[in-house]
Structures are given as structure tokens and as C-alpha cells.
């Protein structure tokens, strides 16, 4: 399975942009890049997600590297209520999400 | 409804009983899956169903715990002789199809305590 590496923990300051990294450098040619994050108490909620393209949607861009060993998650205007886990996934073959320990954003004013 | 909802949202349980954690997939959404989350951990991936039928089970812990989708909607997860060890919040997802390329929806979780 390919695995990501995330970092644990980042600050972004409110109303800035908050890239968040990942390197899946063992993905396989047709498995996506997904991202989830969850908020305290909550369920994870669905970001987006990519296979190769740059992916953008009202919540987020997700851009891909032409390797497609690396991606980063980008929330153009950080507010207060995007602090959450951020979880980067490689969607594998049998079609389940594998989570890992995800990256802890918070968001200070 | 509109999205992923599982019932009880609190489940508090003495340890060596049988418990039944209910998921109402979002309507038409193919696949089902279940996880498990424990404190400070990510979801942990138990059991994916297409339909009627487990497609993948290998995230089972042991043979305590079984889940069924009888008529491809409700899912019910079962844990026979509970152990404190099996507190944690379970999650339940739903996704339109079983492609990669198709986003799976969460929902609120069960969180079960073991006393």
C-alpha cells in the first residue's frame, strides 16, 4: 500500500493560506490522492480529491506533482473553524481509505 | 437523509455484553464501510461492503466483532463479549460507487464505552 508522510502539527496565521504537505512517494499509477480532515468530536469530512491534475473546489486547491510523489492542500483564506486534523490518503486498489496520523492546523488569529 | 447517520451516537456498555451499532448509508450509495477511531489515533478500517455482501473484512480485529448489509442499505455492526479495549468511536461511510475515484461520506460516529 502506498503510504504518506504528513507532518504533525502546523500554525497558520487567520486569513492567510495554509499549505498542508504530503509525500506518497510509493503511489501506483492509478490511485488517487484524498484529502479528509476532521474537527473535534466530528466525522471526517471530505476535502478533495486527485489522480493527476491540479484539483481545485470551494473548499481547497489540491496541487499534484508531475511525479505525483508529493501533493500539497492548499485553504486559500484560513479561518478560525479550519483548524482540524488534515488527513492525506492514497486511495489503494481495494478501494478502502488507510488513514495515518494526519496533520494537526491550527488556525490563530 | 441527507447524510451518513449512525445510532446510538453514545453507547455505554458493561464489559462481557452484546452490542449493535446501527449505519443509514446516504440513499443509493452503493458501498459502506466501517472504522474505528481510538483517542488521538486516526480511523482504523474494519469492513467494506458493495451491496449485500463484505467485500473486505480483513480489518476485523477477531471474530467478536461482525457486521451485516442484509438488503444493501443498513448496515449493523456487532461486537459480542465487549472488552474495555473495544471503546473507541466507530465510524461508519458511504460512497456513491466502489471506484477509487468516488468521495466517501462519513458520519457522526458511535462512541462506545466499555466499563
Known amino acids: 500500500d502506498a503510504k504518506t508522510t504528513q507532518p504533525p502539527s502546523m500554525d497558520c496565521a487567520e486569513g492567510r493560506a495554509a499549505n498542508l504537505p504530503c509525500n506518497h512517494s510509493?503511489?501506483?499509477?492509478?490511485?488517487?490522492v484524498y484529502w479528509y480532515r476532521q474537527i473535534h468530536s466530528q466525522g471526517p469530512q471530505y476535502i478533495i480529491h486527485?489522480?493527476?491534475n491540479n484539483e481545485t473546489n470551494e473548499m481547497a486547491s489540491l496541487i499534484i506533482t508531475e511525479d505525483r510523489k508529493s501533493s500539497t492542500l492548499i485553504l486559500p483564506h484560513a479561518t478560525l473553524r479550519d483548524t482540524a486534523v488534515y488527513y492525506c490518503?492514497?486511495?489503494?486498489?481495494?478501494?478502502?481509505?488507510?488513514f495515518g496520523g494526519g496533520t494537526r492546523l491550527m488556525v490563530k488569529p | 437523509g441527507a447524510g451518513v447517520s449512525q445510532t446510538p451516537s453514545n453507547k455505554v456498555t458493561e464489559k462481557g455484553k452484546y452490542v449493535e451499532l446501527r449505519c443509514d448509508p446516504i440513499?443509493?450509495?452503493?458501498?459502506l464501510y466501517w472504522y474505528r477511531q481510538s483517542l488521538g489515533q486516526g480511523p482504523e478500517f474494519l469492513i467494506y461492503?458493495?451491496?449485500?455482501?463484505?467485500?473486505?473484512d480483513s480489518g476485523l480485529p477477531n471474530d467478536r466483532f461482525f457486521a451485516v448489509r442484509p438488503e444493501g442499505s443498513v448496515s449493523t455492526l456487532k461486537i459480542q463479549r465487549t472488552e474495555r479495549g473495544d471503546s473507541a468511536v466507530y465510524l461508519c461511510?458511504?460512497?456513491?460507487?466502489?471506484?477509487?475515484?468516488?468521495?466517501?461520506?462519513f458520519g457522526q460516529g458511535t462512541r462506545l464505552t466499555v466499563v
Open positions: 490518503i492514497v486511495r489503494r486498489s481495494g478501494n478502502m481509505l488507510t
Open positions: 510509493t503511489i501506483s499509477g492509478n490511485e488517487y
Open positions: 461492503f458493495q451491496g449485500t455482501g463484505a467485500a473486505d
Open positions: 440513499s443509493g450509495h452503493t458501498a
Open positions: 486527485g489522480l493527476k
Open positions: 461511510a458511504s460512497s456513491l460507487t466502489a471506484e477509487m475515484n468516488t468521495e466517501a461520506f
